[in-house]
Every structure is written in C-alpha cells, then in structure tokens.
C-alpha cells in the first residue's frame, strides 16, 4: 500500500471527530484539517493516544520533518479536542500543552 492511500482510511475515532465538529457548527475547512491531521497521527503513533506519543510526534513534525509553527499548532489543536470530546484521563494535562513559540519574521 501506498504511503498516500494508508492516510485515506478513515478510522473510527476520525469519524468520532468528525460527527462531533459537524454538529457543533465548525467550518468545513476545519473539519478537513482536523480530521487529516488526527488521522495522520494516530496512524503514524499506531493508535497510542497518550502524552508521551504526542510529545514524540510533535518533536518529529517540528525537528525532522521541519513543519511551520502554524502547522504545529493545528495539529495540536486537532489532538486536543478529541481529548476533550472522548473525556480522555489525560485531557486536564493536555489542556495546557506547550505550544511552539512563533516564527520571527525580520519583515518589520
């Protein structure tokens, strides 16, 4: 299979997330963002949805794979709210998850 194809499969946490952002009234831009980039991680840390697992994926998003801050926090903000809708036991320590800082621009 395909590097491609293996994030089209929708798992069912995604679909969680996603029946919960369309009823609450989130855009459909978000709704593809999020969705994305939950299912992205939970197939790159093989379903572990723990602190320690976020903090490994997002040392590899912003050290190896050299992603924007930007990107970074979406992510975060994606992981965070499944935390919140599923009342996962590690969502009070997630709740105030480091974000990075942002980029210096020396446009001024």
């Given at each position: 299979?395909?590097?491609?194809?293996?994030?089209?499969?929708?798992?069912?946490?995604?679909?969680?997330?996603?029946?919960?952002?369309?009823?609450?009234?989130?855009?459909?831009?978000?709704?593809?963002?999020?969705?994305?980039?939950f299912?992205?991680?939970?197939?790159?840390?093989?379903?572990?949805?723990?602190?320690?697992?976020?903090?490994?994926?997002?040392?590899?998003?912003?050290?190896?794979?050299?992603?924007?801050?930007?990107?970074?926090?979406?992510?975060?903000?994606?992981?965070?709210?499944?935390?919140?809708?599923?009342?996962?036991?590690?969502?009070?320590r997630?709740?105030?998850?480091?974000?990075?800082?942002?980029?210096?621009?020396?446009?001024?």
């Open positions: 299979m395909r590097k491609e194809d293996y994030y089209l499969i929708k798992l069912e946490e995604t679909e969680y997330l996603m029946k919960y952002m369309w009823r609450t009234g989130y855009s459909e831009n978000t709704i593809k963002s999020y969705t994305n980039y299912n992205r991680y939970m197939h790159e840390s093989n379903k572990e949805f723990t602190i320690e697992a976020i903090n490994n994926y997002m040392y590899t998003l912003m050290y190896t794979k050299e992603c924007s801050h930007t990107f970074c926090n979406q992510v975060i903000n994606a992981l965070k709210l499944y935390a919140k809708i599923t009342n996962h036991p590690d969502y009070n997630f709740k105030y998850y480091p974000r990075p800082r942002g980029e210096k621009s020396f446009l001024k």
